[in-house]
């Protein structure tokens, strides 16, 4: 049992306690990174906000301007070509779909349904800017000056071709247009474009780096070494994350338990936010916002934007497998980002449909020609195989040279005849 004294303690413990407690709140921990309450409560952080993040939108499904919405103004001439650009990649996406399938082209990956967040955000960036792509973000560089005639070129891998037909079609790049070369592997580009943004900080330039990935790839490690290492270094680059609710064929209810990517920002310390990504001027001024912030401020912004791939992940894959084609065409005909934009600026008096026919037509054209250059085009030679990478080429590559080109002699007719030995 116990002594009379400390059973009188316990019978005051409630007054003591809510003293100590005072006391206690007002203590804190000078910890690295910031000074931290103590508190003599023990709770632990829920696994999931009672409200999911909410999404920034300017225009509704109807292309109405939302009643007290803030955005950045657009002028008339911006307008017109951001929604020429998304009408002239939805064209291009759907004529060079069409040559995969007739075996014309070997591979295409398509940008249908998330046309607002490649022209809008590349609207909102400088020709400066360094942009650092995944694989469905042609429009931006469509954007910045790269001609229909180059991107058939890269496709049937000719001459015209930047990459000298050494990479994948629609696997774009360009040194003049600030246009880093896509690589297939998912999210290796982001640490890579970090450390660019770092150096653009390094020598003090008036630009940024913005970088696109998609919901599957914010489920690689190499997203959280760079959302880390951007903030860490106080980097000026844009992650702009393409949620479009699918990697591949994995739902994002198999990827991850968190509201979206938004709050992972906030996790490492990087400014985010929620934009409906088919929402052709959300996306606009968020993207103009970020940029302000990251190069005024140096820091790193996280802009993730809900959107939905209404076309199969790329001409290797058929979406009907593993998802409805009601869901499909729900997001095509009812919310598509181009049809959106288009509206509004008819309600601005800066469109009708005589000029979207000729626009069509026009860009219809233009493709169709394209290809058929690019289709007729000699092939790079083979030696362009084995360069631009070693100064002076090592003797296994001189030899693995000669060895397919007595190949291509000795069986010709396994070659296409206008392959330059």
């Known amino acids: 049992m116990l002594p009379d004294s400390q059973v009188a303690g316990l019978n005051q413990s409630k007054p003591r306690n809510s003293a100590v407690l005072r006391i206690t709140l007002r203590q804190v921990l000078d910890f690295p990174g910031g000074k931290v309450a103590f ?12 409200v999911r993040s909410p999404c920034y939108r300017v225009l509704d499904e109807y292309g109405l301007s939302i009643e007290h919405s803030s955005f950045a103004e657009v002028s008339k001439e ?6 020429s650009d998304m009408v002239t990649l939805q064209t291009m996406d759907t004529i060079f779909y069409e040559a995969q399938r007739q075996g014309r082209m070997s591979f295409y990956v398509t940008t249908i349904g ?5 022209i809008a955000s590349a609207a909102a960036l400088s020709i400066s800017d360094i942009v650092v792509p995944q694989y469905r973000e042609p429009g931006v560089l469509l954007w910045r000056g790269f001609s229909l005639q180059e991107f058939a070129n890269q496709c049937f891998g000719n001459k015209g071709d930047n990459g000298k037909g050494r990479q994948m079609p629609a696997h774009y790049g360009s040194n003049k247009h600030n246009y880093f070369t896509i690589a297939s592997t998912i999210a290796t580009q982001l640490p890579h474009a970090v450390g660019a943004a770092y150096s653009l900080k390094m020598d003090k330039k008036d630009a940024c780096v913005a970088t696109y990935f998609g919901d599957g790839g914010s489920s690689e490690g190499d997203f959280h070494a760079a959302l880390n290492f951007a903030a860490v270094l106080e980097a000026p680059v844009i992650f702009i994350c393409r949620n479009n609710g699918w990697a591949i064929s994995t739902p994002l209810s198999d990827q991850f338990r968190s509201d979206g990517i938004v709050v992972r920002g906030k996790a490492y ?9 088919n929402d052709a001027l959300a996306m606009y001024s968020a993207v103009h916002a970020a940029r302000k912030m990251a190069i005024s401020e140096s820091r790193p912004i996280l802009i993730e934007a809900l959107t939905y791939r209404v076309g199969h992940h790329t001409t290797s894959d058929d979406s009907t497998k593993y998802r409805s084609a009601d869901e499909i065409e729900c997001w095509r005909v009812k919310r598509d980002p181009v049809s959106r934009f288009r509206k509004w600026i008819e309600s601005n008096g800066w469109w009708c449909d005589e000029t979207e026919m ?21 092939k790079p030679p083979i030696r362009d195989l084995f360069t631009d990478v070693y100064d002076v080429p090592p003797a296994n590559l001189c030899e693995q040279e000669k060895l397919l080109k007595e190949t291509i002699k000795r069986y010709p007719q396994e070659y ?6």
């Open 39 to 50: 508190t003599p409560q023990m709770e632990f952080l829920s696994e999931s906000p009672e």
């Open 114 to 118: 998330e046309e607002a967040i490649n």
């Open 269 to 277: 310390g990087v400014r985010s936010i929620r934009v409906d990504g």
């Open 78 to 83: 911006v307008a017109i070509k951001m929604y």
């Open 416 to 421: 296409p005849a206008h392959v330059s030995v």
């Open 358 to 378: 000729e626009l069509r037509s026009s860009v219809r054209k233009q493709l169709l020609h394209a290809i058929q250059v690019a289709e007729q085009a000699e």
